[in-house]
C-alpha cells in the first residue's frame, strides 16, 4: 500500500487521538499535572505559586467560573462607601500571560479520583496528578426557614461578593426613612468571622449620613463574635441608639423569615423590616463533597500540607478546609496556599520542602478612620494547624494609630491581590 | 445603669535612694557636645537641623508639629512608638535598629554607661523630671545591639525565599509601599536589626513583633539575604 498525503495525514489523527481518552483534554507534554479549582485567595494562590516556582515544569490549570472576581473581603467597605465594585474586582489574565497557567472559565461538576480527572460543566475532562480544592462556601439548606437561593434577591447574602452586594447596597440605599435594616447571622463556622459585624459598621455609617433615624437589628444564634469588645465600643462611639443584637438567649438561634412579607420571625417574635441581609450557615464548596473528601460540612486536611486526610493527591485550601484554629479568611487561605504550594512542588519536582508556617490577620473598619485588626501565626502539628500566638487591637486605642491600621488595610489589600493576580 | 467609681491609685517611682540614678548628668553634658550640632535642649530650645530635645521622655515619637521627621520616624510615631528610657537608649546605640530609615546622622553609642550618662542628662529638661524614674530596672547597661556572631549569620536565599511568601501578604514583592512598607533591597544588617528590634518587642508593631517573635535567627538571615536582591 502506497501511503499518499491524505491517508498519512488521517492515520497520524487516529493515532494521536487513541493516546488519551477522547473525553480528555489534551494538556501539557509529559509535566506533572495540577488542576486547582477555585480561583479566590486560595485557587488562585496556589496556581500563581505553582507556577511561577516550578519555571514551568509543572502545568497548571486554573477552573474558575467567574471572568471578574470580586473579593469578599473590602466588599463591606464597597457597602460602606469606602471603596468601589470596581476597585475589588480582579481579572485572570496575567495568570495566564505571564505565568502560563490554562484558566478555564467553567464550573467543576464532578471528580473522578479514580480516574484523576474533573469533569466540566462544559462537557470537557481534565487529567490531574495533584488536585487542589479551593472553591469556597456553599449555604447550607434550610438553615433560615423560608429562605432559599430563589429568595436572594428578596433577602441578599452578599455573602460572595459581586453583584449580591450591589443589590444589598442599592437595597439601604432605598430604605424609606427612619427605616430598619436587618441581618440575620450566621452560626460557627462561617467565611471571616467579622464579617457581619463589619458589615452591620457600614450600613451604620451610610445609613447615618442618608438616613440618620433608621435602625438596624442583628439576629444572631452566637453568644459571642468575633472583636465584640471593639465592635461594640465602637458602635456606641459612633452609632449610639442605632444597632440591636439579640442573641441566642432572647431566640436569635431559632428564626425563620418571609421574604415575600419582608418579615422575620425570632422564635414567636415578629419583625417587619425594609431590607433583609440573611447570612446563611455555611459548609465547603459542593464540589469538596461531590469529591468524596467532606466529612459534615467540611474537608478535613492534614495540616503539614493542606492535603485532604483522604486522598493524599487532593488538597483543600481556604474556607472548604477544615484544619484545626485558623479563621475562614482570605489571609488564611492565601497562607496555606503558599504551603500547599511547597509541598505539590516538592513532590511533582523534588524541589526543597521547608516546615509549614501559617499567618493570618483580619482588619475591620467600624468608621472612617476607624480600624481595628486581629491575627494570629499557626504552626502544623500532627493533628491540626495550631496556634503559635496572637494579637488584637486594643479598645481605647487613639484616634491616629485607628487610622494607622486602617491605612494598613488598604495595604494590605494591594499586597495579597498582587500576590493572587500580578 | 450608674458606673461604679473605683478609687485610682497611684503607684509612685522610688524616690532618692530607692533606685540608683541612672548615670551621671555632668559627664552626659560632655557626650551631649555630639548633638549640638543638631539638637538644642534647655531654655528656650527650638527645633533646627534637629528636634529640640526638651520633655523628650514619655513623648511619642515624631510628635513635633512642625518638624519635618522622616517618613521612617512618622512610621515609628504612628505605630506607636514613645520615647522611654529603654528605647532612647536603644536609639542611641543604634539609631537604625528602632527607625530604619531614619535621618539622624549619629552611627550610635556603644558604651553603656555613657548612654546612661547622656539619659541622665536629657531627664533634666523634662518638664517634670521627678515624674521619670531615676532608674528604670532594664535601662541601664543592656545590651541592645545584636549579637555578631547573629549578624555574620550566611542566610539561605531559598529558604528566604519560601519565608518571604508571608512578608508579600502585605508588603508588596516588587517594593512599592502603599499604606505598607517596603522590605526590599534593604542592607542585610539593617533588615537583621530591625527583624531583632520587633522580636525583643523594642518596635511597636503588634503584627510585625508577632511575626518576627517566630523567626529563628537563620530564618532571619535567610529573609535578610533573600529580600537584600529578590530578582
Known sequence: MTLNRRTFIAVGTA?????????????????????????????????????????????????????????????????????????????????????????????????????????????????????????????????????????QNRMPHAYKAGSQSELLKAQIMAMPEGGRFAMVAPPDPYRCPPGPYERVSMVAHVLKETNPTAKILIVDPKEKFSKQALFEEGWQRHYSGMIERIGPDFGGENTS?????????????????????????????????????????????????????????????????????????????????????????????????????????????????????????????????????????????DAATRKATYEESVGWYSGITTDMFS | MRAVVTGLFVTLAPGPGGADPIGDPEAGEQHFNDCIGCHEIGKGAEDGIGPHLNGIFGRRVAAHDDYPYSESMQRAGVDGLTWTLET??????????????????????????????LLAYLRR????????????????????????????????????????????????????????????????????VAMHAYKEKLRPHPVMQMMAGRLSNEEIAALAAYFRDPD
Not at chain 1, 327 to 344: E, L, R, T
Request: aromatic share 8%; net charge negative.
Open chain 2, 88 to 117: 532612647l537608649d536603644a536609639y542611641i546605640e543604634n539609631p537604625r535598629a528602632l527607625v530604619s530609615k531614619t535621618r539622624m546622622s549619629y552611627r550610635g553609642l556603644g558604651d553603656a554607661q555613657a548612654r546612661a550618662d
Open chain 1, 15 to 151: 493515532a494521536a487521538a487513541s493516546l488519551s481518552s477522547p473525553a480528555v483534554l489534551a494538556q501539557g507534554s509529559g509535566r506533572p499535572r495540577v488542576v486547582v479549582i477555585g480561583g479566590g485567595s486560595g485557587g488562585a494562590t496556589a496556581a500563581r505559586y505553582i507556577a511561577k516556582d516550578s519555571d514551568g515544569a509543572i502545568d497548571v490549570t486554573l477552573v474558575e467560573p467567574s471572568r471578574s472576581y470580586f473579593t469578599c473581603y473590602f466588599s463591606n467597605l464597597y457597602i460602606g462607601g469606602f471603596t468601589d465594585l470596581d476597585d475589588i474586582s480582579h481579572t485572570y489574565g496575567t495568570l495566564a500571560a505571564k505565568y502560563g497557567i490554562n484558566v478555564v472559565h467553567d464550573w467543576a461538576v464532578g471528580v473522578d479520583r479514580d480516574a484523576k480527572t474533573v469533569s466540566l460543566a462544559g462537557g470537557d475532562a481534565l487529567s490531574y496528578d495533584k488536585l487542589i480544592l479551593a472553591p469556597g462556601i456553599d449555604f447550607v439548606e434550610d438553615a433560615v426557614p423560608g429562605w432559599s437561593v430563589a429568595a
Open chain 1, 257 to 397: 423569615v418571609d421574604p415575600d412579607a419582608m418579615i422575620i420571625d425570632i422564635d414567636g417574635m415578629v419583625e417587619k423590616v425594609d431590607v433583609c441581609n440573611v447570612i446563611p450557615a455555611q459548609k465547603a464548596g459542593r464540589i469538596a463533597d461531590m469529591a468524596g473528601v467532606t466529612m459534615g460540612n467540611w474537608a478535613p486536611v492534614n495540616a503539614a500540607d493542606m492535603s485532604s486526610t483522604v486522598d493524599a493527591d487532593v488538597y483543600v485550601l481556604g474556607d472548604s478546609a477544615d484544619q484545626g484554629d485558623m479563621p475562614k479568611s482570605g489571609f488564611a487561605a492565601n497562607s496555606q496556599a503558599k504551603v500547599c504550594a511547597m509541598a505539590i512542588r516538592g513532590e511533582l519536582t523534588g524541589s526543597r520542602v521547608f516546615p509549614a508556617k501559617f499567618t493570618n490577620t483580619c482588619w475591620s473598619l467600624i468608621a472612617a478612620d476607624d480600624g481595628v485588626k486581629v491575627g494570629a501565626t499557626y504552626e502544623a502539628t500532627e493533628e491540626r494547624i495550631a496556634k503559635v500566638d496572637g494579637f488584637i487591637s486594643e479598645t481605647g486605642e
Open chain 2, 125 to 192: 529638661f523634662s518638664d517634670n523630671p521627678a515624674n521619670i524614674p531615676e532608674a528604670a530596672p532594664t535601662a541601664v547597661g543592656t545590651d541592645h545591639s545584636v549579637d555578631p556572631d547573629i549578624l555574620a549569620i550566611q542566610g539561605d536565599p531559598e529558604y528566604g525565599e519560601y519565608l518571604s511568601s508571608e512578608c508579600v501578604s502585605c508588603h508588596m514583592a516588587d517594593g512599592t509601599a502603599d499604606g505598607i512598607p517596603s522590605i526590599t533591597r534593604w542592607p542585610e544588617d539593617d533588615f537583621v
